[in-house]
């Protein structure tokens, strides 16, 4: 079936809609704060939760079967003042302007906004909590330097959180997590500490259920007002409709599939509410859906259509919010991507097969409505069916960058890894890009990018950046004066150590803000084990709470600098490395020849030992060296190659690398070969790429790839597609994600974004619309190495 | 049965790539053995025609650094391939002032140097295709020989193809069809014999076989590749016979089981005579009727893929220093490939595809 003229008109507007600001949520949040000061943070937070709720504009759009905004525009971005709001106030004038991610905002709100809203938080937000506790020499090197970023853990929402509709949400509705919050309640002993504390979270609990009933309520109320109003019989319907849908949930569990659908929404559009968080996760939808479908499809109430319809609008209800961020923070996140992650496929617990109708409807969804979210994930078992291998790569074919698609098996193993029961472990879903999360788990997923190049910067420049000559990080000797290639290694080393525990540092600093002023009921009102515990998520409420993890950035480029020297310093004595170090010094300018013979030494991504080897030993380093730590819980800190689009920022903050790369230049995502030095084939690419002990970097590791369309355009090569990724998950791969389009295309479309607006890629881990980008980003993907072969 | 004779550990490869997906089922690791008794005027491997070691010069990659010339001992500078060649007409001469000693190779810091024709041990060429072994069993793939013309070194062919049809992958073959496996008058002497009993045990053991029927009519044939196709004839149709031999022989043992989708082999290799379709010289509707129709009346079970002329082999020229001076070769179009395709058919013979 084609596309429905309904779902079409509703792609339209969101293919072609800027997003735009509303400060409708900021505001109610703050007037709700101004009335509750004094009171426990908890509690303020929650009846925050409740009074927007109460407050919010209630807009029903044309054509919606799926309803709920985040705000008065159909294309929506919201303001979280209480996390961080500095930033807003620097860049809100230019947000319309800006090359990533640009908002639309009028005169007339920013001046609301200035004289209302900021002047409240003004000394209370996270952002200024971090900032006052964090000293000089932990600025320097990890506060907006693209050397060791943490920004997303204080200057926005977290987000990255699954909710559990299995154990919770959906069987128990929102009228059922409040009875259950007040019968734990009246057990409650509250001279007591700490069943004191734990009221408070109860009373929390019923706040947000609350405030999740009044959201059905409203829409309710709403829907009936139109419909009375509506003179086309059909809509009419259609409103009458969604009244009904709403007055049920997300009060009460769903009785059927478009009652889940509205549910789902309901709790998305809550957690938006509450935090405006990244990574915010559906979850493994095709498990949790599938009983409503096939009880309505048994009772003749839908067939696969009307299904498919309404998934599709989901889709653009996820994709029609848009994520808050700085122009700082775009950079690393591109395309208004907010990594609402949806996982498909994989195994059930018990270890059969878990695909269904509605692991294919929602690969569907995403081919026919090309929108960017949800960010769609694949699990691929060993006995994967062909007809969802098929699904899965007809879908990459496409060439919109998703699914991104996973190894069942080392997912797994990377959350038995951090003490996951193998139930749990089992039942894993995606959460952001490539994070292989729970919806049992407390976690920040995205905490810190580390750059391993600006460690070797820092090694071979006297712990000084290239760039801008300043003293950043620990003092290092003359690089002239090393004597081997494991002396340079020592010295890396000992700068990576650094960035490391200014990592740490700012990590638990931000964790013991939020402590104090970042509780999340919303969010621990999805999880199990909150309730149970009567604790929130930063209390340690959930049954599994992880430390934080930290991403490296640029393992190739370092792998391959380090792997220059060997050969052509040490092995080959081509030159000094004084010549090296002169050569980056002037950008390699005047050292042209030295530059060729650099870059002819072998690459990380062509299954070369040689490199490969250096690129796995560095990736063990960082991983006892971070894991060496203890959070503010006494978990210990998680490694993880997940890249985002964090290659670009952090390689415009470093001077030219040993390998050849220039001043500047992009450096490299996860554990990807760097752009156009995988010259073998993928098979070498995949190889290298598996070499990398996946299963250790519990936080997910991410490998991008460019495929040459024609390959993918028969079924016949999407099978041998299919073979290659089931090879990358035996060899202990998890994830990798193609980008298909071919550069022609590419450029067409940078020269008329206006026929190409609905055109998706792949940016790294996850996609988005190519016009959305900036030109910068554009380039950097066109410039990804092509395997022609295939 | 035919005994195995004793291993011959050394051949010359062009190539072994990895990753080849349209010259046989699955994921594949083609090797190119070189020397070739043809000359076809488009060919794109130049440096396969001769079972001798070269070495090219890639000029888009040397940055000019001298360093080869420093340590070439015949005293042959920078640009090799302007100054190896002492006889241009028969292209690859024995006078070749390199005697690709592989000492430029060695020193080249930017990889412009580098061996187009390399001595291998068998033992060398089955290790790199065994890395590869996980991808042909999820895809159902192996190995194909290629050339040059993969039977001109009989006995090295057959050791590798030995050894991989112990190892259960799946194997092709493709070749010109020129070759002897047949003693028809009686003639042939200890080490011919030995040869086609060598090919003959390489041809029995392949899943698939695809031969070349460049052009139909002889003298056309003659003219473009050297050579007539008298012999190429004659061997499709033993190819014809090969099923029935194999079965009644009861050693159609096949590859490994893959879960690709190959059809079942247990009638012997799967043939695929392939026209490489060049604009101007067999593309016209008669050659390809009257190759259609041969291949229909003497090896019915077989299938016919038109393969369209491309370029690609003009950087090896280059490499070389070999003149690309050939007519000018057309890529047939898209719709008239269709048309050619349907006249196979039409002809009752049934069209592969390994796009």
Same mark, same amino acid.
């Given at each position: 079936?084609?596309?429905?003229?309904?779902?079409?008109?509703?792609?339209?507007?969101?293919?072609?809609?800027?997003?735009?600001?509303?400060?409708?949520?900021?505001?109610?949040?703050?007037?709700?704060?101004?009335?509750?000061?004094?009171?426990?943070?908890?509690?303020?937070?929650?009846?925050?939760?409740?009074?927007?709720?109460?407050?919010?504009?209630?807009?029903?759009?044309?054509?919606?079967?799926?309803? /709920?905004?985040?705000?008065?525009?159909?294309?929506?971005?919201?303001?979280?003042?209480?996390?961080?709001?500095?930033?807003?106030?620097?860049?809100?004038?230019?947000?319309?302007?800006?090359?990533?991610?640009?908002?639309?905002?009028?005169?007339?709100?920013?001046?609301?906004?200035?004289?209302? @809203?900021?002047?409240?938080?003004?000394?209370?937000?996270?952002?200024?909590?971090?900032?006052?506790?964090?000293?000089?020499?932990?600025?320097?090197?990890?506060?907006?330097?693209?050397?060791?970023?943490?920004?997303?853990?204080?200057?926005?929402?977290?987000?990255?959180?699954?909710?559990?509709?299995?154990?919770?949400?959906?069987?128990?509705?929102?009228?059922?997590?409040?009875?259950?919050?007040?019968?734990?309640?009246?057990?409650?002993?509250?001279?007591?500490?700490?069943?004191?504390?734990?009221?408070?979270?109860?009373?929390?609990?019923?706040?947000?259920?609350?405030?999740?009933?009044?959201?059905?309520?409203?829409?309710?109320?709403?829907?009936?007002?139109?419909?009375?109003?509506?003179?086309?019989?059909?809509?009419k319907e259609e409103l009458i409709e969604i009244a009904?849908?709403?007055?049920?949930?997300?009060?009460?569990?769903?009785?059927?599939?478009?009652?889940?659908?509205?549910?789902?929404?309901?709790?998305?559009?809550?957690?938006i509410i509450a935090e405006n968080p990244l990574a915010?996760?559906?979850?493994?939808?095709?498990?949790?859906?599938?009983?409503?479908?096939?009880?309505?499809?048994?009772?003749?109430?839908?067939?696969?259509?009307?299904? =498919?319809?309404?998934?599709?609008?989901?889709?653009?209800?996820?994709?029609?919010?848009?994520?808050? @961020?700085?122009?700082?923070?775009?950079?690393?996140?591109?395309?208004?991507?907010?990594?609402?992650?949806?996982?498909?496929? /994989?195994?059930?617990?018990?270890?059969?097969?878990?695909?269904?109708?509605?692991?294919?409807?929602?690969?569907?969804?995403?081919?026919?409505?090309?929108?960017?979210?949800?960010?769609?994930?694949?699990?691929? *078992?060993?006995?994967?069916?062909?007809?969802?291998?098929?699904?899965?790569?007809?879908?990459?074919?496409?060439?919109?960058?998703?699914?991104?698609?996973?190894?069942?098996?080392?997912?797994?193993?990377?959350?038995?890894?951090?003490?996951?029961?193998?139930?749990?472990?089992?039942?894993?879903?995606?959460?952001?890009?490539?994070?292989?999360?729970?919806?049992?788990?407390?976690?920040?997923?995205?905490?810190?990018?580390?750059?391993?190049?600006?460690?070797?910067?820092?090694? =071979?420049?006297?712990?000084?950046?290239?760039?801008?000559?300043?003293?950043?990080?620990?003092?290092?000797?003359?690089?002239?004066?090393?004597?081997?290639?494991?002396?340079?290694?020592?010295?890396?080393?000992?700068?990576?150590? &650094?960035?490391?525990?200014?990592?740490?540092?700012? =990590?638990?600093?931000?964790?013991?803000?939020?402590?104090?002023?970042?509780?999340?009921?919303?969010?621990?009102?999805?999880?199990?084990?909150?309730?149970?515990?009567?604790?929130?998520?930063?209390?340690?409420?959930?049954?599994?709470?992880?430390?934080?993890?930290?991403t490296g950035v640029g393992l190739s480029v370092t792998?391959?600098?380090?792997?220059?020297?060997?050969?052509?310093?040490?092995?080959?004595?081509?030159?000094?490395?004084?010549? @090296?170090? #002169?050569?980056?010094?002037?950008?390699?300018?005047?050292?042209?020849?030295?530059?060729?013979?650099?870059?002819?030494?072998?690459?990380?991504?062509?299954?070369?030992?040689?490199?490969?080897?250096?690129?796995?030993?560095?990736?063990?380093?960082?991983?006892?060296?971070?894991?060496?730590?203890?959070? $503010?819980? /006494?978990?210990?800190?998680?490694?993880?190659?997940?890249?985002?689009?964090?290659?670009?920022?952090?390689?415009?903050? $470093?001077?030219?690398?040993?390998?050849?790369?220039?001043?500047?230049?992009?450096?490299?995502?996860?554990?990807?070969?760097?752009?156009?030095?995988?010259?073998?084939?993928?098979?070498?690419?995949?190889?290298?790429?598996?070499?990398?002990?996946?299963?250790?970097?519990?936080?997910?590791?991410?490998?991008?790839?460019?495929?040459?369309?024609?390959?993918?355009?028969?079924?016949?090569?999407?099978?041998?597609?299919?073979?290659?990724?089931?090879?990358?998950?035996?060899?202990? /791969?998890? *994830?990798?994600?193609?980008?298909?389009?071919?550069?022609?295309?590419?450029?067409?479309?940078?020269?008329?974004?206006?026929?190409?607006?609905?055109?998706?890629?792949?940016?790294?881990?996850?996609?988005?619309?190519?016009?959305?980008?900036?030109?910068?980003?554009?380039?950097?993907?066109?410039?990804?190495?092509?395997?022609?072969?295939? | 049965?035919?005994?195995?004779?004793?291993?011959?550990?050394?051949?010359?490869?062009?190539?072994?790539?990895?990753?080849?997906?349209?010259?046989?089922?699955?994921?594949?690791?083609?090797?190119?053995?070189?020397?070739?008794?043809?000359?076809?005027?488009?060919?794109?491997?130049?440096?396969?025609?001769?079972?001798?070691?070269?070495?090219?010069?890639?000029?888009?990659?040397?940055?000019?650094?001298?360093?080869?010339?420093?340590?070439?001992?015949?005293?042959?500078?920078?640009?090799?391939?302007?100054?190896?060649?002492?006889?241009?007409?028969?292209?690859?001469?024995?006078?070749?002032?390199?005697?690709?000693?592989?000492?430029?190779?060695?020193?080249?810091?930017?990889?412009?140097?580098?061996?187009?024709?390399?001595?291998?041990?068998?033992?060398?060429?089955?290790?790199?295709?065994?890395?590869?072994?996980?991808? &042909?069993?999820?895809?159902?793939?192996?190995?194909?020989?290629?050339?040059?013309?993969?039977?001109?070194?009989?006995?090295?062919?057959?050791? =590798?193809?030995?050894?991989?049809? #112990?190892?259960?992958?799946?194997?092709?073959?493709?070749?010109?069809?020129?070759?002897?496996?047949?003693?028809?008058?009686?003639?042939?002497?200890?080490?011919?014999?030995?040869?086609?009993?060598?090919?003959?045990?390489?041809?029995?053991?392949?899943?698939?076989?695809?031969?070349?029927?460049?052009?139909?009519?002889?003298?056309?044939?003659?003219?473009?590749?050297?050579?007539?196709?008298?012999?190429?004839?004659?061997?499709?149709?033993?190819?014809?016979?090969?099923?029935?031999?194999?079965?009644?022989?009861?050693?159609?043992?096949?590859?490994?089981?893959?879960?690709?989708?190959?059809?079942?082999?247990?009638?012997?290799?799967?043939?695929?005579?392939?026209?490489?379709?060049?604009?101007?010289?067999?593309?016209?509707?008669?050659?390809?009727?009257?190759?259609?129709?041969?291949?229909?009346?003497?090896?019915?079970?077989?299938?016919?893929?038109?393969?369209?002329?491309?370029?690609?082999?003009?950087?090896?020229?280059?490499?070389?220093?070999?003149?690309?001076?050939?007519?000018?070769?057309?890529?047939?179009?898209?719709?008239?490939?269709?048309?050619?395709?349907?006249?196979?058919?039409?002809?009752?013979?049934?069209?592969?595809?390994?796009?």
């Amino acid at each position: 079936m084609a596309i429905t003229d309904r779902v079409e008109k509703i792609r339209q507007n969101y293919v072609n809609t800027m997003p735009h600001i509303s400060y409708e949520r900021a505001w109610a949040w703050t007037k709700s704060f101004q009335k509750t000061e004094g009171q426990v943070h908890i509690i303020r937070t929650a009846q925050a939760f409740r009074d927007t709720c109460e407050e919010l504009s209630v807009n029903i759009w044309e054509g919606e079967l799926v309803v /709920g905004t985040s705000g008065e525009y159909r294309k929506c971005a919201i303001l979280t003042p209480e996390f961080g709001w500095t930033w807003i106030n620097d860049e809100i004038d230019t947000f319309p302007q800006r090359g990533q991610d640009p908002y639309d905002v009028t005169p007339e709100q920013i001046k609301f906004i200035r004289e209302n @809203i900021f002047p409240y938080w003004k000394g209370k937000s996270v952002e200024e909590a971090f900032l006052a506790r964090t000293s000089e020499a932990t600025k320097k090197i990890g506060v907006d330097t693209g050397f060791l970023d943490t920004d997303s853990k204080w200057r926005n929402g977290i987000g990255e959180i699954s909710a559990d509709y299995i154990d919770v949400l959906l069987p128990k509705g929102y009228g059922g997590i409040k009875a259950e919050a007040l019968e734990y309640m009246k057990k409650l002993d509250e001279t007591k500490p700490a069943d004191k504390k734990k009221a408070d979270f109860y009373k929390s609990m019923v706040l947000i259920a609350d405030g999740m009933i009044t959201l059905g309520r409203r829409y309710a109320e709403k829907a009936e007002e139109m419909a009375s109003a509506e003179t086309d019989p059909k809509r009419k319907e259609e409103l009458i409709e969604i009244a009904k849908v709403c007055s049920r949930v997300p009060e009460n569990p769903p009785e059927s599939f478009r009652e889940a659908i509205q549910f789902v929404w309901f709790v998305q559009l809550g957690g938006i509410i509450a935090e405006n968080p990244l990574a915010w996760n559906p979850g493994r939808f095709d498990q949790y859906m599938y009983p409503y479908y096939k009880a309505d499809k048994e009772a003749g109430k839908i067939d696969y259509d009307t299904a =498919l319809e309404l998934v599709e609008c989901l889709w653009l209800k996820y994709s029609e919010w848009a994520w808050t @961020i700085s122009k700082n923070t775009a950079s690393f996140f591109a395309g208004y991507t907010n990594f609402e992650n949806l996982t498909v496929g /994989g195994t059930k617990v018990d270890g059969t097969d878990a695909t269904n109708d509605i692991s294919y409807m929602a690969i569907q969804a995403t081919r026919e409505c090309m929108t960017h979210q949800p960010t769609l994930s694949c699990r691929i *078992h060993p006995d994967c069916p062909p007809e969802f291998m098929e699904a899965v790569t007809e879908l990459v074919s496409t060439g919109c960058g998703f699914p991104a698609i996973h190894g069942d098996r080392t997912g797994y193993q990377m959350l038995s890894n951090l003490g996951y029961k193998p139930e749990d472990a089992r039942d894993w879903n995606n959460c952001g890009c490539v994070v292989p999360h729970s919806r049992k788990t407390f976690e920040w997923t995205s905490s810190a990018s580390i750059s391993f190049a600006a460690a070797l910067e820092f090694a =071979l420049n006297e712990g000084k950046s290239r760039l801008s000559g300043e003293q950043v990080s620990v003092p290092e000797k003359d690089p002239k004066s090393f004597e081997s290639l494991e002396e340079i290694i020592e010295a890396w080393k000992k700068q990576f150590r &650094y960035l490391v525990k200014h990592g740490v540092i700012s =990590l638990v600093t931000a964790q013991e803000i939020h402590k104090e002023i970042g509780h999340r009921p919303f969010m621990s009102a999805c999880n199990e084990y909150c309730m149970k515990n009567g604790a929130d998520l930063v209390d340690g409420g959930s049954k599994y709470n992880i430390g934080p993890v930290f991403t490296g950035v640029g393992l190739s480029v370092t792998a391959n600098s380090l792997a220059v020297i060997k050969k052509l310093v040490y092995e080959e004595k081509e030159c000094t490395l004084a010549d @090296i170090i #002169d050569a980056i010094d002037n950008n390699w300018e005047g050292y042209e020849e030295l530059r060729e013979k650099a870059l002819a030494c072998p690459k990380y991504g062509n299954d070369d030992d040689y490199v490969d080897s250096i690129a796995r030993d560095l990736a063990d380093f960082f991983y006892d060296e971070v894991t060496s730590y203890d959070d $503010l819980y /006494g978990n210990h800190f998680v490694t993880a190659f997940m890249g985002i689009s964090n290659y670009l920022p952090t390689g415009k903050v $470093l001077g030219a690398t040993p390998e050849g790369r220039h001043a500047m230049d992009p450096i490299n995502e996860g554990v990807s070969p760097y752009t156009g030095s995988d010259t073998s084939t993928c098979l070498a690419a995949l190889r290298s790429a598996a070499k990398m002990k996946h299963e250790i970097h519990s936080g997910g590791t991410l490998l991008n790839l460019r495929l040459n369309h024609d390959l993918v355009a028969t079924k016949r090569g999407r099978a041998n597609l299919g073979a290659m990724l089931q090879t990358y998950f035996m060899l202990g /791969g998890f *994830h990798v994600q193609f980008n298909t389009i071919s550069n022609e295309v590419l450029k067409d479309a940078q020269a008329h974004p206006e026929k190409y607006r609905s055109l998706l890629v792949r940016v790294a881990g996850y996609s988005a619309q190519f016009t959305n980008l900036s030109k910068e980003m554009q380039d950097s993907i066109m410039a990804r190495n092509a395997h022609e072969e295939f | 049965m035919i005994e195995k004779r004793e291993t011959i550990p050394n051949g010359f490869v062009m190539d072994i790539q990895p990753f080849s997906v349209n010259d046989g089922n699955g994921i594949r690791t083609t090797v190119f053995l070189a020397g070739c008794p043809l000359r076809c005027q488009w060919c794109s491997n130049p440096e396969g025609f001769s079972q001798r070691e070269l070495v090219g010069w890639h000029q888009r990659k040397c940055i000019g650094c001298g360093k080869c010339a420093e340590v070439c001992p015949e005293g042959i500078g920078i640009c090799l391939s302007e100054e190896r060649f002492a006889d241009r007409i028969n292209r690859i001469s024995k006078n070749d002032r390199c005697t690709a000693c592989g000492a430029c190779v060695k020193v080249c810091p930017v990889g412009a140097r580098t061996f187009m024709v390399r001595q291998m041990d068998a033992g060398e060429v089955i290790e790199k295709i065994q890395k590869h072994r996980l991808f &042909y069993m999820q895809s159902g793939g192996g190995v194909t020989f290629s050339g040059g013309e993969a039977t001109m070194q009989p006995g090295f062919l057959r050791c =590798l193809a030995e050894r991989i049809y #112990d190892l259960g992958y799946d194997m092709a073959i493709e070749t010109s069809g020129y070759f002897d496996i047949q003693d028809d008058n009686g003639t042939f002497t200890d080490k011919e014999k030995r040869n086609a009993e060598d090919i003959r045990w390489t041809l029995e053991h392949m899943d698939m076989i695809f031969m070349d029927l460049k052009i139909f009519d002889d003298e056309k044939h003659r003219l473009y590749t050297g050579v007539s196709n008298k012999k190429i004839l004659k061997n499709i149709k033993q190819l014809g016979k090969l099923h029935q031999q194999k079965l009644s022989a009861g050693k159609s043992v096949p590859a490994a089981d893959t879960l690709c989708n190959k059809d079942d082999h247990t009638a012997g290799p799967r043939v695929v005579i392939r026209i490489p379709v060049i604009g101007g010289v067999n593309d016209d509707e008669e050659n390809i009727r009257c190759s259609a129709a041969f291949v229909h009346e003497n090896a019915p079970e077989a299938e016919m893929e038109l393969l369209p002329y491309h370029e690609f082999g003009k950087i090896k020229y280059e490499a070389l220093g070999m003149a690309y001076d050939r007519p000018a070769f057309s890529r047939p179009s898209k719709e008239h490939m269709e048309y050619l395709k349907s006249i196979v058919e039409d002809e009752g013979v049934k069209t592969a595809d390994f796009r």
